[in-house]
């Protein structure tokens, strides 16, 4: 297992977790390497069926701000969390299961008062259209425990012209140095 997290691209394994309750990005996002933390195995903790967890079960595993955004679909208030300022060599992994979303090559400041990045590591999320506001937008989820992340916008930089637009709640960030 060692080898296979040190090698493991996401383009080759990643798609095999997406929900099939989420579409898959219109983005090819990028492949990232994954480097060796026990904090991101290639498959997590492998034994837990994420998608079976009952909302009891995520309440253990997650504080209630967390809880909010990733499983009732909640948006923290911009400027709160400090993975805005987070600046290292690292990577953004989902709250919930664990799962790496994006990579810090792919963030940038975009002064919206969230983590935002230009893609997302290739089959990380999923997406769907949300109606709650006067306008449809994309949001988006972790592909393997369906938990809720943000929403992604065409303002963003160059080359693809997206901004993930993510709650910083819902990640959390190891960085590279720690491998």
């Not at 394994?13 to 989420?22: D, N």
């Not at 994954?34 to 997590?44: A, E, N, V």
């Not at 259209?129 to 306008?135: A, F």
């Not at 592909?143 to 993510?166: E, I």
Request: a negative charge; hydrophobic letters at 35%; charged letters at 25%.
């Amino acid at each position: 297992m060692t080898a296979l997290s040190r090698r493991l691209f996401l383009a080759t394994g990643m798609a095999a977790l997406a929900s099939p309750a989420f579409g898959q990005s219109d983005v090819d996002g990028m492949e990232v390497e994954l480097f060796d933390h026990p904090g991101i195995t290639p498959w997590g903790e492998a034994q837990i069926d994420f998608a079976s967890l009952t909302r009891a079960q995520w309440r253990e595993r997650l504080n209630a701000e967390q809880f909010r955004v990733l499983r009732e679909e909640g948006t923290e208030r911009p400027g709160t969390s400090p993975l805005n300022d987070e600046h290292r060599d690292g990577l953004f992994v989902c709250a919930g299961c664990a799962l790496p979303l994006f990579s810090s090559e792919a963030k940038y400041e975009s002064g919206t008062g969230w983590p935002s990045f230009w893609t997302p590591i290739r089959g990380a999320l999923g997406t769907k259209t949300d109606y709650r506001i006067w306008t449809p937008r994309t949001e988006y989820h972790c592909a393997r425990c369906g938990g809720h992340q943000g929403h992604v916008f065409d303002d963003g930089p160059r080359p693809t012209r997206q901004r993930w637009c993510n709650n910083g709640v819902a990640l959390s960030f190891i960085p590279r140095s720690e491998a």
